[in-house]
């Protein structure tokens, strides 16, 4: 099983940016895409960003759109997410997760780092 360690998250003023980064290690990766989640108090966990891992064809939620970039390291097995631009409601838990295939589900996930942007 292959795991998922985010790291990157922390506290930040609104308008500022942080930069989460994802690493795979264990056993050997393999994975269509590779995403990026977030769930704030007393809400549903929603998609933020996503990439392919082999063509790196991106994904963005809209509300995201023209604030994050998501890019992959295929030699480190690693998946960032440039955040900038943050607001308050981005306050959230990050979670990366991996998906199998295309029509697979993500079934492998990290245990989340928490991101906090004050007004």
């Known amino acids: 099983q292959v795991q998922l360690v985010e790291s990157g998250g922390g506290l930040v003023q609104a308008g500022g940016s942080l930069r989460l980064s994802c690493a795979a290690s264990?056993?050997?990766?393999?994975?269509?895409?590779m995403g990026w989640f977030r769930q704030a108090p007393g809400k549903e966990r929603e998609f933020v960003a996503r990439?392919?891992?082999?063509?790196?064809?991106?994904t963005y939620a809209d509300f995201v759109k023209g604030r994050f970039t998501i890019s992959r390291d295929n030699a480190k097995i690693t998946v960032d997410l440039q955040m900038n631009s943050l607001k308050p409601e981005d306050t959230a838990v990050y979670y990366c997760?991996?998906?199998?295939?295309?029509?697979?589900?993500?079934?492998?996930w990290g245990q989340g780092t928490q991101v906090t942007v004050s007004t």
């Open positions: 997760a991996t998906r199998p295939t295309s029509t697979a589900p993500y079934n492998n």
């Open positions: 264990g056993s050997t990766f393999s994975a269509y895409a």
């Open positions: 990439i392919t891992w082999r063509l790196g064809i991106t």
